[in-house]
């Protein structure tokens, strides 16, 4: 492919955009910059569950991943790494985590200004620095629309009180030194702190002069939730890291580049293949055997997967990325004329993926499924016609998926069995879905104050609970057990 500055054209065979010295359009590096952040927080997302080549998607999606790592900006791995992720998602559904519906919703929106700018500009010749600058504005709508969920799922009964609260239980799930006392006040205070955290940064991200100061305080307060032994959110952590980038000044992806070709042309001045002397030699071989001694001691430390890619990799790219950002913020001058219209969309087909993303975090409070609707560790409940949040009662649900709920007595299949003893109910959505699905000997239940015995041996083909839901439904709908106590207890 023949190059020109922030252009790619569609020919075979591909010549990747060289990442070699920072060019004079700063807009450049954003979406090269971008792209290589987008692909690591894939890498961490399986990272986290060790899930690299457990699925021919995985690996072809740490294939994609990395080839983009190392061709940042290259055409066809973003679009293939994109398009990939967004299958696992739909392959995935409905048991998906939050991020990775949201990641996946800002996958379809690069994807959507890209074939904006083909059928607008009728031509395949893509100029990268306009497809940021279509995409970029959407995914902040989106972002501010994901913070501001995130408070107003937690703006419950539940979640204020200490004893069940989740800001509670991440808190002591938190590495905490052991000179921290947590007090009763402090613990209480958490769950305000946390809302004011997370309340705080679209707020700061949402206006340019403090813009910069929003994604700082985002890394630090995502750094520190990563190390939460409750559950590893530094694959949460990295995606909202990547999305940063779309409201940073492109001076920060000029001065990254930079700092980059700075440390190549700093490695490639140290080479063995330079004049040689004794003290070269000397810091070589102590700075070989240094490493693999730290690989030694860090080998036998950290134990498995989730250990080694939580303090090694996850904390060094995390040092770097706040390090980096730290040197921006007080050492460039940012210009902020920059930031003009930062949410000025390039056409109205473009508030499409926001608008998915207000539903889907409207999706409680409609009577709709209660998973990854950005309600995570919030310890709101709205099913059974219980609402415990302070804003949105029950009465507003315009769905009666979350009304019809159903207690387990006892059942052959595991699953069930393990809800019965944990005094959980299940919304009959999904109860029918999985009895449907797995086909278990035996379940006694309670449906709308009847006691009821499901057995297989008896049943017929045309049994309601042994045909499955709408495979469409099924995909979007997702309910999490609730919990027959009160107050509702911190769950995912």
């Not at 992806?253 to 330079?274: D, E, R, V």
């Not at 998926?401 to 109910?425: C, G, P, R, W």
Request: charged share 15%; with cysteine; hydrophobic share 50%.
């Amino acid at each position: 492919m023949g190059t020109q500055l922030g252009l790619f054209k569609i020919k075979f065979p591909v010549k990747a955009i060289s990442f070699e010295t920072p060019s004079q359009n700063q807009n450049y590096w954003q979406f090269k910059l971008f792209s290589c952040l987008w692909a690591l927080s894939v890498l961490f997302h399986m990272a986290n569950r060790g899930i690299y080549d457990t699925k021919l998607i995985y690996a072809l999606l740490s294939l994609a991943s990395i080839f983009v790592v190392f061709k940042p900006g290259n055409f066809f791995g973003f679009v293939t790494l994109l398009s990939l992720q967004i299958y696992d998602l739909v392959y995935a559904m409905p048991e998906v985590p939050n991020h990775l519906l949201f990641a996946g919703i800002v996958s379809l929106t690069i994807l959507q200004a890209l074939f904006y700018l083909i059928f607008k500009n009728k031509s395949f010749q893509i100029n990268q620095d306009e497809w940021f600058k279509t995409f970029a504005p959407i995914i902040r709508i989106e972002v501010i629309i994901l913070y501001f969920y995130a408070v107003f799922q937690k703006l419950n009964s539940g979640f204020f009180l200490p004893e069940v609260s989740c800001a509670s239980d991440l808190l002591y799930a938190q590495p905490l030194p052991s000179f921290i006392s947590l007090t009763p006040n402090l613990v209480s205070f958490n769950a305000y702190f946390t809302l004011i955290i997370e309340g705080g940064i679209p707020v700061l991200l949402f206006f340019k002069r403090t813009r910069h100061w929003g994604i700082l305080l985002g890394l630090i307060f995502h750094t520190i939730l990563s190390y939460s032994t409750f559950n590893g959110f530094y694959d949460f952590s990295s995606m909202v890291f990547a999305a940063y980038l779309v409201f940073a000044s492109p001076q920060l992806s000029s001065f990254i580049a930079g700092q980059w070709a700075k440390l190549k042309k700093i490695t490639s001045a140290t080479t063995i293949h330079s004049e040689f002397n004794y003290m070269k030699l000397f810091l070589l071989v102590g700075g070989f055997l240094g490493g693999l001694a730290l690989i030694h001691v860090l080998n036998k430390k950290l134990f498995d997967f989730h250990a080694f890619h939580l303090y090694f990799f996850w904390t060094g790219y995390s040092l770097i990325y706040i390090g980096l950002f730290l040197t921006f913020m007080f050492r460039e001058a940012i210009n902020y004329k920059e930031a003009d219209k930062p949410f000025r969309l390039m056409h109205w087909s473009f508030v499409i993926f926001p608008v998915v993303v207000f539903i889907n975090g409207m999706s409680p409070y409609l009577g709709l499924k209660t998973e990854h609707s950005y309600s995570m560790f919030s310890n709101l409940r709205t099913e059974g016609g219980i609402s415990n949040h302070y804003i949105m009662p029950a009465s507003l649900q315009i769905f009666d998926y979350q009304k019809d709920l159903v207690e387990i007595i006892s059942s052959s299949d595991a699953k069930l069995q393990e809800l019965a003893d944990t005094n959980n109910l299940m919304v009959f959505f999904s109860f029918k879905d999985h009895v449907a699905r797995m086909r278990p000997e035996r379940v006694e239940y309670i449906r709308n104050g009847v006691h009821q015995t499901f057995e297989l041996s008896k049943a017929s083909g045309n049994d309601d609970l042994l045909i499955k839901n709408n495979i469409i439904l099924r995909k979007l709908f997702w309910f999490r057990p609730v919990s027959k106590l009160s107050p509702q207890p911190c769950n995912h």
